[in-house]
């Protein structure tokens, strides 16, 4: 990657074997191929993007629609390129589509001790409105409820651009495809 620009595209099958090794190499417990296969075949209320360096899957990013409520149900970034800009350019990405599928809020849940990725949420309008305890069973951890609220506004918009200018002028973010 090397400040090169990913491109966030559409999640298909053919990237799942990629997907499924960041997916062990981030979680103590990962998805099954199944999970994903089930999530990317309802496509009326799931948006899953991958992040493209080149033809190398770096990160992915899962939405799921319920009314006018999009849930962040996975983020995650090959480690090999964390600190890249690949989840903040899935998360522009996803906030970005949001109007578009009739959301007007996003909600997430992260790991109470997950100070980075709370860091990078916050960066997108999350706040913390709640825990569920003992949410992740196979650490013990609780995790942290967030909302973004009205993302459908020109005032989010703005926030969007700014986050993707910040990236832009990095090198790093998503490429126009």
Known sequence: MGGRAVAVVAMTRRHLPQVLRIEEACFPRPWTPGLFLSELAQRHS??????????????????????????VTTVAVDPGAWGRGVATALLLDAAGAAPALGVRHLTLEVRVG???????????????????????PETNEDALVMWARDVDTPEYRA????????LAARGEGPEDR
């Not at 913390?128 to 992740?136: E, F, I, Q, S, T």
């Not at 926030?159 to 910040?166: D, Q, V």
């Open 114 to 136: 997950n100070d980075r990725a709370q860091a990078l949420y916050r960066r997108f309008g999350f706040a913390p409105v709640g825990l569920r305890r003992n949410y992740y």
């Open 159 to 166: 926030r969007l651009a700014a986050i993707a200018a910040e």
């Open 46 to 71: 799931r948006r899953y993007r991958v992040a493209l360096a080149g033809r190398r899957v770096v990160g992915y990013l899962g939405l799921m629609v319920v009314v006018d409520e999009g849930h």
